[in-house]
C-alpha cells in the first residue's frame, strides 16, 4: 500500500479539505495513475453530503479523472508508461454476468464497484475518488484518452460525456432527426453537442431565455422556452427523441406532449421521485418514457474515439482544489458554464 494526499469529507456537514488515504500496490492486472485533472459532478457534492443516504465517510469524490500512467503490472499490454488515460464512474464490475459480458458492466447484477464510495474488494472499506494524487485502477476500465483534444476539458466526457452519449446512441438518433434536450447544465451542454455531431436539428429546451445565445454557442438550432405555452403548443407532437437532463423532480407532462407518436423520453438527471404522468399523455401516441445510466466500458471508449475525430470537449471552468468548497456551492446554484475541473496539481501546493 502506499499513501497519497487526497481531498475528502469526514461527514455530511463538513466542508472537504487535506487528508491522506491508502492505494493499493499494483497488481499484475492493474494501472497506476497520477491525477492531472478530475472533474466536478453533481454526485460529488450528492455523496459528499449523504444526500442519497449511503455515504460512507470520510467521502473522496471524483469520477471524472484524467491522468498519466505511472506504472502497469505484468498483465497489462495495452496501457504502458506515460499514456494519456482516463478512469470514469466504475474502476470493477463481476465481468462474469449478463450485462458484463454484453459490455453493459453499469447493470453489473452484482454491483460495479464505483470510483469511490463503493465496497473496495481490495483494500476492504470503500473505494476513494479523483479529488487525490494517484488511483490504482483494474486495467479493464482504464479509458485511453485522445491526445489531440484538450486534456482538461476531456474530463467531464467520463461522465457527463457517456451519459448523455449513451442513450442517443441506444437510441439511434441520426441525421435529420429532430431531438430535444431538456436542461443546460452539465449534462445537456454535452447532450447539445453531441446531437449536433451525429447530425440532428437540436432544440434546447429551457425554462430561461436567458441562455439562448449560449445554446446556440453550443450547437442548438432552435431554442424553446418551456414556460412559454404558445411555443410548446407549436411544437407538439413533433419529436423524434427527448433527452431529459433535469436533475431534480418535475412535471414531464408537457415534454411528453412534445413527442412524436412511438417517439422517447429518456430521463439521465433526476434520481428521485418525479410529479404523477398522466396515463393518457403516453397511451395516445404510443409514446415512452425510459432512463439511462452512463455507459459501459465498450461504449465510453466509443465515446471518447468519437470525441478526438470530431474535436468534442467540455466547456469548463478551471479551479484549484483548495477552492472546491466554493466550487460545490457554485455548481448547487447552477453557477458554472458548465463543467468545474480541478487541477490536481494544486494538492501538492500549499494554500
Ligand atoms: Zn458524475
Ligand atoms: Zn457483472
Given at each position: 500500500m502506499?499513501e497519497?494526499?487526497?481531498?475528502g469529507?469526514q461527514?455530511?456537514?463538513?466542508n ?20 492531472e485533472?478530475?472533474?466536478v459532478?453533481?454526485s460529488?457534492i450528492h455523496?459528499?453530503?449523504n444526500?442519497?443516504k449511503?455515504s460512507k ?7 471524472e ?6 506504472q502497469?503490472?505484468?498483465?497489462v ?8 488515460v ?7 464490475s ?12 453499469q ?6 464497484t464505483?470510483?469511490?464510495?463503493s ?9 476513494f ?5 494517484q488511483i490504482v485502477?483494474d486495467?479493464e ?12 476539458a476531456?474530463a ?10 449513451s442513450p442517443l ?5 441520426k ?5 430535444g434536450v431538456i ?9 447539445v ?5 451525429l447530425?440532428?436539428?437540436?432544440v434546447m ?17 432552435e431554442v424553446?422556452?418551456s ?21 431534480v ?22 434520481i ?12 395516445g401516441?404510443?409514446?415512452?418514457i425510459?432512463?439511462?445510466v ?5 461504449e ?6 468519437f ?23 457554485r455548481?448547487v446554484?447552477?453557477?458554472?458554464k458548465?463543467r ?5 496539481k494544486?494538492?501538492?501546493n500549499?494554500?
Amino acid at each position: 500500500m502506499s499513501e497519497v494526499k487526497a481531498y475528502g469529507a469526514q461527514a455530511s456537514d463538513a466542508n472537504l479539505k487535506e487528508l491522506n488515504i491508502e492505494r493499493r500496490q499494483i497488481t499484475a492486472d492493474d494501472v497506476q495513475i497520477e491525477i492531472e485533472y478530475c472533474g466536478v459532478c453533481h454526485s460529488d457534492i450528492h455523496q459528499v453530503r449523504n444526500d442519497w443516504k449511503n455515504s460512507k465517510y470520510p467521502v473522496v469524490p471524483g469520477h471524472e479523472i484524467i491522468g498519466r500512467v505511472t506504472q502497469v503490472g505484468k498483465n497489462v499490454s495495452n496501457f504502458k508508461e506515460g499514456d494519456l488515460v482516463g478512469v470514469g464512474c466504475m474502476v470493477d464490475s463481476c465481468q462474469e454476468c449478463d450485462s458484463c459480458k454484453e459490455d453493459l458492466e453499469q447493470f453489473c447484477e452484482k454491483g460495479a464497484t464505483l470510483t469511490y464510495n463503493s465496497k473496495d474488494k481490495h483494500l476492504g472499506g470503500h473505494t476513494f475518488g479523483g479529488y487525490s494524487e494517484q488511483i490504482v485502477v483494474d486495467k479493464e476500465f482504464v479509458l485511453s484518452i485522445p491526445e489531440n483534444i484538450d486534456a482538461k476539458a476531456t474530463a467531464p466526457l467520463l461522465c457527463a460525456g457517456i451519459t448523455t452519449y449513451s442513450p442517443l446512441r441506444h437510441w439511434n438518433v441520426k441525421k435529420g432527426d429532430k431531438v430535444g434536450v431538456i436542461g443546460l447544465g452539465g449534462l445537456g451542454h454535452m447532450g447539445v453537442k453531441f446531437a449536433s455531431a451525429l447530425g440532428a436539428h437540436v432544440v434546447m429546451i429551457t425554462t430561461s431565455p436567458s441562455k439562448s445565445e449560449d445554446a446556440k454557442k453550443l450547437g442548438a438550432d432552435e431554442v424553446l422556452v418551456s414556460k412559454n405555452e404558445e411555443d410548446m403548443k407549436k411544437q407538439a407532437g413533433s419529436f423524434d427523441f427527448l433527452l431529459n437532463t433535469v436533475p431534480v423532480g418535475h412535471d414531464m407532462n408537457p415534454y411528453i406532449a412534445l413527442l412524436k407518436r412511438d417517439a422517447t423520453m429518456v430521463l439521465v438527471g433526476a434520481i428521485e421521485p418525479l410529479d404523477p404522468v398522466h396515463g393518457g399523455g403516453l397511451i395516445g401516441g404510443r409514446k415512452r418514457i425510459a432512463g439511462s445510466v452512463i455507459g459501459g466500458i465498450k461504449e465510453t471508449q466509443e465515446m471518447l474515439d468519437f470525441c478526438g475525430e470530431n474535436n468534442i470537449v467540455s466547456d469548463i471552468e478551471m479551479i484549484d482544489i483548495h477552492n472546491i468548497n466554493e466550487a460545490f456551492d457554485r455548481v448547487v446554484k447552477s453557477d458554472v458554464k458548465y463543467r468545474f475541473v480541478i487541477d490536481m496539481k494544486s494538492l501538492k501546493n500549499k494554500n
